[in-house]
């Protein structure tokens, strides 16, 4: 070969293993083809109408109907602020009182993480995924066995997360069932999540009397109080309410702590059609519109403008059971009416999506997670929680599931960004130069070279070799892959609290997890 050959195939080698390393470079948040925050909205299951109806029928509900087992404390700031106790002991909601709430309730919040990278800034449509739930079992798709949670667990699932681009935000998932004393169960469960991930963190508390002790720890994770309220990167997921139309009585005074102390609150009313909510969609939607708007009223008597996500979270009953059906269609529907219940408002809003029925990361798993998600985003919904790894409705948490609902939600948030229409997407020039005397394909244009990580994404585990492909490569399965990512994350993450402060908290605090 002539040295001006050999030259020339070097520079032809050098040139693609340039663009190759060019590609392969982590891209600019911006350019990014799906990224947190993308506007969703294009779905709308309810007409103009069927939104001001619920919207009518939810406050006369609370005018009419109200509801039951208010704490004391709770009494005194809803009648404080115009709420009327009847002689049933019911809290009842006059209109204006509710319209009032509204114009002061606080819009377009964020919701921090300890990695600014990872702030959640909920306005209009932007669509954030995430977990949560209270799972109390951990699922093995290799024994098909499940086990007791564990707050390792919690902590294993927080450090995977933090991993998972496609996931924005981690919600406790599990519940630390190693643990027997219930103050040991809220820390442990707190620090696993915090332990784990910078991304902002969902946690809950099983007793008033534990908000103290946890916000002792926050503080030390923060720096001190001050810099917690600046930038306070925990939210409690709160049911202040026990469908139908009851307050709890100790998650509002919970309700009442977090909220003096900074902490955004998940108003979380979590009713199940059929049985604790109304059968027809439409109805169930009423009423968890009205329960959180009686949160909306409770917290901004509390502290007015207090950051509160309207957490409209009904499920759905199987009725030929009475089994929760979280992964159906109907669960899709309500959670995407839901969604246009919160921009009707113009209020932060969160509810439930992927969620499946199925017992392990299987093909009905698949569908039921793409559906719903894909349902919750095109509506617009701010924080879809239960998006991954939950399964047998919500009672089984997998690890190779948040693998797997990674890539999902990948997919997912692609349909959400939707189709870019500008003048260079629909400019003709790359069509003129491969049809007129052009090679006749696209597959080396600059304008295809230039797209392929900004217009398309690519699955991390998800297989799209040929058939030859595939079986030359061993004929691998997608849970092997999944478990191969899983294990790969693992052995490099670390905890994400500083070494001196983990120290003085373990001394401090019976933590449980390594």
Not at 90 to 98: D, E, G, K, N
Not at 429 to 436: P, Y
Request: with cysteine; aromatic share 6%.
């Amino acid at each position: 070969m002539s040295e001006a050959a050999e030259a020339a195939r070097g520079r032809r080698a050098g040139g693609r293993a340039a663009r190759v390393a060019e590609r392969a470079a982590p891209l600019a948040e911006a350019l990014r083809p799906v990224r947190p925050g993308l506007q969703g909205g294009q779905y709308r299951p309810l007409s103009e109408a069927g939104v001001a109806q619920i919207h009518a029928a939810a406050l006369d509900a609370l005018e009419e109907i109200g509801l039951a087992n208010a704490p004391p404390s709770g009494v005194e700031i809803l009648t404080g602020a115009g709420a009327v106790r009847g002689a049933d002991g019911r809290i009842r909601f006059p209109r204006a009182l509710v319209e009032d709430m509204l114009a002061k309730a606080a819009r377009d919040i964020t919701l921090h993480g300890r990695d600014p990278r990872h702030d959640l800034h909920l306005s209009g449509s932007r669509v954030h995924f995430g977990t949560a739930g209270a799972a109390v079992h951990v699922v093995d798709p290799l024994t098909l066995d499940y086990r007791d949670s564990t707050a390792q667990d919690l902590y294993d699932a927080a450090r995977i997360v933090q991993h998972l681009d496609n996931v924005h935000f981690y919600q406790r998932t599990m519940v630390c069932r190693d643990l027997a004393d219930n103050f040991d169960m809220d820390i442990n469960t707190l620090y696993a999540c915090l332990s784990g991930t910078t991304k902002h963190v969902g946690t809950s508390f099983s007793d008033p009397s534990h908000v103290a002790g946890c916000f002792e720890l926050l503080h030390a994770v923060a720096g001190g109080e001050e810099a917690w309220r600046a930038r306070p990167f925990v939210s409690n997921s709160n049911c202040f309410v026990v469908p139908p139309m009851k307050f709890a009585e100790e998650s509002c005074q919970v309700m009442e702590d977090c909220v003096r102390r900074g902490m955004p609150v998940l108003l979380l009313s979590a009713g199940q059609a059929g049985a604790t909510a109304p059968a027809p969609i439409a109805l169930a939607i009423v009423q968890a519109v009205a329960e959180c708007l009686a949160g909306v009223v409770y917290v901004n008597a509390i502290r007015p403008g207090a950051p509160a996500v309207f957490g409209t979270w009904p499920f759905v009953s199987d009725l030929r059971t009475g089994a929760m059906s979280g992964g159906s269609a109907e669960q899709a529907l309500l959670t995407a009416g839901c969604a246009q219940m919160h921009r009707f408002y113009n209020l932060p809003g969160g509810a439930a999506s992927g969620i499946t029925d199925s017992k392990l990361p299987d093909m009905q798993a698949g569908w039921e997670q793409a559906i719903t998600n894909v349902l919750a985003g095109l509506s617009g919904l701010n924080m879809c929680y239960e998006a991954v790894g939950m399964h047998a409705s919500l009672l089984g948490f997998c690890l190779e599931s948040l693998i797997l609902g990674d890539d999902i939600l990948g997919q997912v948030l692609r349909c959400v960004r939707g189709i870019d229409v500008t003048p260079d997407s629909t400019a003709l020039e790359a069509m003129r130069e491969v049809c007129l005397g052009g090679p006749g394909h696209y597959l080396g244009s600059t304008q295809t070279l230039g797209l392929m990580q900004t217009e398309y994404i690519y699955p991390a585990v998800g297989n799209r070799m040929s058939p030859k492909e595939w079986a030359e490569a061993g004929k691998p399965l997608l849970l092997d892959r999944a478990i191969a990512r899983k294990n790969e994350i693992l052995a490099k993450a670390g905890s994400q609290i500083a070494p001196e402060i983990d120290a003085a908290l373990r001394a401090r605090f019976n933590i449980r997890f390594r």
